[in-house]
C-alpha cells in the first residue's frame, strides 16, 4: 500500500529535549517536505526537500532542521524544543513537486511543555 | 495580505443543499490550485485539482478558476453529512514546488 508514515503519532517533551520525527514513503517520491498545523493559521511549510541530499527553507524554518541521506526518509529534528513548536505537524510527498498531488502522512501531535 | 485567503467559517448548509467555498490568492503567477478535505484529527485529502479558466467537475464538487479576479471556488452539490470537515484551498505559486495553503474553511451539514 502506497503510505506516507510518520513516527510518534503523539509526543509530549519538556523544552530544550532534542528530538526527532521521522518521515518515510514507499512511493519512490523526490520530493517531500513538512507542515506545521496552528488553528488559524492552517498549513505552513516548514522545510523540503527536492531530492536526496537537497533541502531548502520553507516559511517557518527557524528552530527545526531536516536530512535527506535517502530518498524515502526525510526526518524533522528540534535540536532545543520550545513551547511554540508544541502544533500538529505533517509530512508529505509527492512524485516530482510542482503540480502533482501531495501524498500526507498521519500527523505528529507535538506538545513542548 | 495572506498568499492565500479563505472564510474560516464556519459555514452551515443543510443535507442536500450545494455548499460554496472561496479561496483568494495574491500571486498572479500562481499555476495550480487544489482542494484538499480535512477531517478533525487527520490528514488532508485531495478532492481536486485545477489548472486552467473554467469548470472541473467530478461527481458532486465542481472547482471553478477565474486567474483574472485570482479566485478560485468548489461546490458541493446534494451536499451530505459526511461532507462535513474543513476545506483548505492550496496554490502552487510561480516559484516552482511551493505550495501555500489557505487556513481553510470549516463546513458542516445539517441532516
Known amino acids: 500500500e502506497a503510505q506516507v508514515t510518520q513516527n510518534p503519532r503523539y509526543l509530549i517533551t519538556v523544552t530544550g529535549k532534542k528530538l526527532t520525527v521521522t518521515c518515510s514513503q514507499n512511493m519512490n517520491h523526490e520530493y517531500m517536505s513538512w507542515y506545521r498545523q496552528d488553528p488559524g493559521l492552517g498549513l505552513r511549510q516548514i522545510y523540503y526537500?527536492?531530492?536526496?541530499?537537497?533541502?531548502d527553507k520553507g516559511d517557518v524554518p527557524e528552530g527545526y532542521k531536516v536530512s535527506r541521506k535517502e530518498k524515502r526518509n526525510f526526518p524533522l529534528i528540534l535540536e532545543s524544543p520550545s513551547p511554540n513548536q508544541t502544533s500538529l505537524y505533517f509530512c508529505a510527498s509527492t512524485r516530482t513537486g510542482g503540480i502533482d498531488e501531495q501524498y500526507f502522512g498521519p500527523g505528529t501531535r507535538l506538545t513542548v511543555t | 495580505q495572506k498568499e492565500v485567503e479563505q472564510n474560516s467559517g464556519p459555514l452551515s448548509v443543510p443535507e442536500g443543499a450545494i455548499a460554496s467555498l472561496n479561496c483568494t490568492y495574491s500571486d498572479r503567477g500562481s499555476q495550480s490550485f487544489f482542494w484538499y478535505r480535512q477531517y478533525s484529527g487527520k490528514s488532508p485529502e485531495l478532492i481536486m485539482f485545477?489548472?486552467?479558466?473554467g469548470d472541473k467537475e467530478d461527481g458532486r464538487f465542481t472547482a471553478q478558476l477565474n486567474k483574472a479576479s485570482q479566485y478560485v471556488s468548489l461546490l458541493i452539490r446534494d451536499s451530505q453529512p459526511s461532507d462535513s470537515a474543513t476545506y483548505l484551498c492550496?496554490?502552487?505559486?510561480?516559484?516552482?514546488?511551493?505550495?501555500?495553503f489557505g487556513a481553510g474553511t470549516r463546513l458542516t451539514v445539517k441532516p
Open positions: 492550496a496554490v502552487i505559486g510561480a516559484r516552482n514546488n511551493d505550495m501555500r
Open positions: 526537500s527536492m531530492n536526496v541530499e537537497v533541502t
Open positions: 485545477i489548472y486552467s479558466n
